[in-house]
């Protein structure tokens, strides 16, 4: 099955501990991203990559840190957690085709207490 | 820079109601137009799409059609159901970046 596959779903970490979401594609994708929700605020993009070796900042990097080593894997980093970091977090990727749409995760809900 | 502003919410309708949710766009270029849809405790999905103007998306009865004159991607369904209880996302995309930008999103309650 296509799929984009996020762990944890729910994590509750301290403050300053870092941390590692991880993200995969079996979808041989070349684009993915991480987008975070908050109330209100809608999804805001943080980091995407455009193929592997190759990423760029969003709209709201500040706190994190993205790799992408191999094609399939684009995990996130929170070095130094905050609580303002609590958010529940989306993994997407996608084809190049450009009218295709993303494909998103199921979302990790991090708590950062 | 490109945006995405959606109506405020949260909607309540009766079950086999009219359904619009209001999205209109600011964007260089062409950009293409996506609804997105969150269940409860789910990811989003991609509901419907439109690449180009007078398109029109359609999936699981609901439609939008790209209106370039007005900049505008409005989401309808003739007649909604229960299921249909869930958070909707317009969006678009526009540029090499590929970045999706996303409206806030709209909670939509269908009671029976």
């Known amino acids: 099955e296509a799929q984009v596959t996020q762990n944890p779903r729910y994590l509750i970490t301290v403050t300053g501990k870092k941390l590692t979401v991880t993200c995969s594609q079996n979808m041989n994708h070349e684009y993915m991203s991480w987008y975070r929700q908050d109330p209100g605020l809608g999804l805001r993009q943080i980091y995407y990559s455009m193929n592997v070796e190759v990423t760029d900042k969003g709209d709201v990097p500040e706190g994190y840190k993205v790799s992408r080593k191999e094609k399939r894997n684009f995990p996130l980093i929170l070095e130094s957690p905050s609580p303002n970091q609590t958010s529940l977090y989306f993994c997407?990727?996608?084809?190049?085709?450009?009218?295709?749409?993303?494909?998103f995760g199921s979302g990790t809900r991090l708590t950062v207490v | 820079g490109n945006s995405v502003t959606q109506m405020e919410g949260p909607v309540t309708l009766s079950e086999e109601a009219f359904l619009t949710i209001n999205c209109t766009y600011t964007?260089?270029?062409?950009?293409?137009l996506f609804w997105y849809v969150q269940y409860p405790g789910e990811g989003l999905q991609l509901l419907l799409k439109?690449?180009?103007?007078?398109d029109k998306g359609s999936n699981k009865g609901f439609e939008a059609t790209y209106r370039k004159e007005t900049t505008s991607f409005h989401l309808e369904k003739g007649s909604v159901q229960v299921s249909d209880s869930a958070v909707y996302f317009c969006?678009?995309?526009?540029?090499?970046?590929?970045?999706?930008?996303f409206g806030k999103g709209i909670t939509l309650s269908v009671r029976p």
């Open positions: 969006a678009l995309r526009a540029g090499a970046n590929s970045k999706l930008t």
């Open positions: 997407a990727s996608r084809g190049t085709a450009t009218n295709y749409g993303y494909t």
């Open positions: 964007a260089t270029g062409y950009p293409s």
């Open positions: 439109a690449t180009k103007a007078d």
